[in-house]
T-cell receptor, first 111, second 109 residues
């Protein structure tokens, strides 16, 4: 059991570039989440997916899009990266309302 | 006002000390509560859930006070390995978990 995996681990982008962060879980969870973590801010929810085929906005969705490709995979896309999107991004999965399991994170720097 | 507030610390304590963290939340309809632990440059991991009656797991005790809307975590007999950031998490609406910014603990020999 790998749990929650994320790729890439590190990424440096220039302003305006696009990229997709990948996330997969092997725990058969219905719910998946994308968070960003900035110093002094805690984790903030970007988007979540309560089940395959559904996605909803979280607290800070602007500048991001998501795709719940299937039950296992939930990707996060930055269409035109901005320096304000420099952060650590965590994917998580859970059953509804239960403990969330996190991936190892992606450290993104936008220059 | 933030939905979930924690004292950021840092708390610097000697080995063997007892240390307590508090967390307040603003949404009185919040449904469930957790403490997560996050080591430097790692992902958060569940430390313990917090139940209305209070619960204990070894050296760790969690309490919930719904009337005052706060959660606490008590660590007894601190170990060097307890050094980490402790995140208070409040489940507002099943899929809407709100995280505090975390309290940093350093346990010194």
């Amino acid at each position: 059991n790998a749990g929650v995996t994320q790729t890439p681990k590190f990424q440096v982008l220039k302003t305006g570039q696009s990229m997709t962060l990948q996330c997969a879980q092997d725990m058969n969870h219905n719910s998946m989440y994308w968070y960003r973590q900035d110093p002094g801010m805690g984790l903030r929810l970007i988007y979540y997916s309560a089940s395959e085929g559904t996605t909803d906005k979280g607290e800070v969705p602007n500048g991001y899009n998501v795709s719940r490709l299937n039950k296992r995979e939930f990707s996060l896309r930055l269409e035109s990266a901005a320096p304000s999107q420099t952060s650590v991004y965590f994917c998580a999965s859970s059953e509804r309302g239960q403990e969330q399991f996190f991936g190892p994170g992606t450290r993104l720097t936008v220059l | 006002r933030k939905e979930v507030e924690q004292d950021p610390g840092p708390f610097n304590v000697p080995e063997g000390a007892t240390v307590a963290f508090n967390c307040t939340y603003s949404n009185s309809a919040s449904q469930s509560f957790f403490w997560y632990r996050q080591d430097c440059r790692k992902e958060p991991k569940l430390l313990m859930s917090v139940y209305s009656s209070g619960n204990e797991d070894g050296r760790f005790t969690a309490q919930l006070n719904r009337a005052s809307q706060y959660i606490s975590l008590l660590i007894r007999d601190s170990k060097l390995s307890d050094s980490a950031t402790y995140l208070c998490v409040v489940n507002e609406d099943n899929n809407d978990m709100r995280f505090g910014a975390g309290t940093r603990l350093t346990v010194k020999p």
